[in-house]
């Protein structure tokens, strides 16, 4: 009742005195999902309905004339915004019935984002994305006795593709030889293989030869400003790719893929636990920080900096092949316990049916 009360409040003030407005409506599609961002100018309180080919979205007030926009890609044909007496209806009008949806609002700036899709929701969680840091021209962060980053990361995910292969998790590397592979084309290959998980491998540098241990980042904001620290230095890499590709890159940042997020967290989680009884460094935690090469994925993903290549300590245990497989195991240890979690909550599935946020 409280709710209801709140709501008709909000609808009273929207409309009469800040009428909710939509600055403008953008979508981005792939063959496997449509996503429909409204940018509006203060946070969306929505309703949403489920038909068998439509989808009916209601917001408080509104303001302006009906605007249609037509995508007719596989997934969608139309959409149109319409003033009603007291709310807006978005309605969706998709190609095919069977449709999964999400919605969710972002803020800062506020947006409505409408993810559509038909690809139905995993209840196993088979493919797996091994990203090996850096490569080619990008040797990554050079460490301790001139060891490259590039060149430890590969040998790691190689180890672990065996290690992942062998628990029957089809596996498959955004590089497994010494290329140079843009950040953007990771997240594409990622995304056209059909990945359930992403797991990108890195090593830590820091201008302090004593700094040492291994954490684990999910995409989010960071909190401190050792992780965006962190995230500077991986992300640079984009200063030697080419326009066309840093271009691609800023239109992506301004979709926020933060869907995945609990996921992430849990998978980062699980990583940290398993590495912490397979490492004798110290477990640094697992953060959030804002990664490029996370920026997009279809999937749960996380990025792990395995240990410091600066720390001559760690350069040393980088060397040695038997130290590269512990970590193997520990990252391959924390995959299987997520799919454990994953398959014991079927998928970790959400109610699609109709649902609203007040
Ligand atoms: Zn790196």
């Given amino acids: 009742m409280k709710n209801y009360f709140i709501f008709i409040f909000f609808l009273f003030f929207s409309s009469s005195l800040y009428p909710l407005q939509v600055a403008g409506v953008r979508y981005s599609s792939r063959p496997e999902k449509t996503r429909i961002v409204l940018d509006l100018d203060s946070y969306p309180f929505y309703r949403v309905e489920k038909n068998a ?4 979205i209601y917001l408080p007030g509104y303001e302006g004339k009906p605007r249609t926009l037509f995508i007719n890609n596989q997934l969608v044909k139309k959409l149109t915004l319409k003033p009603e007496e007291i709310s807006t209806s978005l309605t969706i009008e998709l190609a095919k019935a069977n449709y999964t949806y999400r919605v969710f609002p972002l803020t800062n700036p506020y947006r409505l984002v409408i993810d559509l899709s038909y690809r139905q929701s995993r209840k196993s969680l088979q493919r797996i994305v091994i990203d090996p840091g850096h490569g080619g021209k990008d040797p990554g962060a050079i460490g301790w006795g001139g060891l490259k980053e590039k060149n430890v990361t590969l040998k790691i995910a190689l180890y672990l593709r065996d290690y992942l292969k062998r628990d ?14 843009p950040l953007r084309k990771r997240v594409q290959f990622s995304n ?8 990108s491998i890195h090593c830590n540098a820091s201008l302090s030869r004593y700094a040492t241990g291994f954490e684990t980042y999910y995409l989010d904001e960071a909190l401190d400003p050792l992780s965006r620290a962190v995230a500077r230095v991986e992300n640079s890499v984009v200063n030697l790719e080419d326009k066309v590709e840093k271009r691609k890159l800023t239109i992506l940042e301004d979709l926020d893929f933060l869907e995945y997020r609990k996921e992430s967290i849990m998978l980062a989680r699980l990583i940290q636990a398993k590495l912490d009884r397979y490492l004798p460094t110290p477990n640094r935690g697992h953060k959030s920080a804002l990664f490029y090469v996370l920026k997009g994925i ?12 600066s720390s001559p300590y760690e350069a040393r245990l980088f060397r040695k092949n038997s130290y590269l497989k512990q970590i193997a195991r520990g990252i391959e240890g924390g995959i299987v316990n997520f799919r454990k979690e994953f398959e014991a909550s079927e998928g970790f599935t959400r109610k699609f049916s109709s649902h609203r946020n007040f």
């Fill in 53 to 56: 080919s439509s989808l009916q």
């Fill in 168 to 181: 029957g998790f089809t596996v498959f590397l955004t590089r497994d030889k010494d290329v140079f592979v």
């Fill in 192 to 199: 056209s293989h059909q990945a359930d998980l992403f797991v």
């Fill in 298 to 309: 279809d999937s749960p993903g996380v990025l792990v900096e395995t240990g410091f290549i």
